[in-house]
């Protein structure tokens, strides 16, 4: 079936990808621990390297650590002087993390903020915080909506906002749906659209990870 293809495809670009040990090592780390496998897959973690530094990001906030795999990709696009937040409200979890993120070296330059991170960017948001310079929407679905507005208040002109998994099968598309996990990406689009502030475009993806997608807005 096209999943094959699509497992296929993803398994022929992975050297171009190059995901290393350390990458690997934390996929491994976290399986080891019992953790969902619903992290970005390698080239997804790439794209968001990628994103950082043509951003040249130097602050970069992301929301849903899980074993920190994508933390990984994104810090290593940090300068030296750079900075990544990362919300996670799962103490396991971000106990994963926090080893991952020290055997890849990066202890130095990432924050694991344990607690929902609604109250995490709200407390950054009062702190008046330096804004992010990329900020990845990664963790609960249903409260897309609301770190989209937290997003945006902790941004610059120019910050990129990415949200994953806003395709979902294509169940984004049913008007109807009643899953919270729909409903929350649909709810966060309709803020998209009437923000005026914000150019966006959605991705559709395929691979190791099936069919969905990220939104991408830019903050003006
Ligand atoms: N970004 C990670 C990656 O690609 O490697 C995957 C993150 S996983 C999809 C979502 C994470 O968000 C889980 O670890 C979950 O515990 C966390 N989470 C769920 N609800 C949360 C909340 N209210 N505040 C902070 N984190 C939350």
Same mark, same amino acid.
């Given at each position: 079936g096209p999943a094959a293809t699509w497992d296929a495809v993803d398994a022929y670009f992975g050297p171009l990808v190059g995901e290393d040990d350390v990458l690997a090592a934390a996929t491994t780390r976290a399986r080891a621990a019992g953790l969902p496998e619903i992290q970005v897959s390698p080239a997804q973690g790439r794209l968001l390297q990628l994103l950082a530094l043509t951003a040249g990001a130097r602050r970069v906030l992301e929301v849903g $650590? %899980? #074993? #920190?795999y994508s933390t990984i990709w994104l810090a290593? !696009? %940090?300068? *030296? @002087?750079g900075a990544l937040v990362t919300c996670e409200i799962d103490a396991a979890h971000a106990a994963v993390a926090r080893e991952s993120l020290a055997q890849a070296g990066l202890a130095g330059v990432v924050d694991i903020v344990l607690g929902p991170a609604a109250d995490t960017l709200r407390r950054l948001v009062d702190e008046g915080v330096e804004p992010f310079d990329l900020v990845f929407v990664d963790a609960d679905k249903p409260s897309n909506p609301v770190y989209l507005d937290l997003a945006v208040r902790l941004s610059r002109p120019g910050t990129l906002i990415v949200v994953d998994n806003t395709v979902r099968g294509g169940a984004v !598309? @049913? !008007? !109807? *749906? $009643?899953d919270p996990n729909v409903l929350g990406v649909r709810e966060m689009v309709d803020r998209v659209v009437a923000d005026p502030r914000l150019d966006a475009t959605a991705v559709q993806t395929v691979g190791s990870k099936g069919y969905d997608g990220f939104v991408l807005a830019r903050v003006r």
């Open positions: $650590t %899980l #074993g #920190g290593r !696009a %940090l300068p *030296s @002087d !598309a @049913d !008007a !109807a *749906s $009643t």
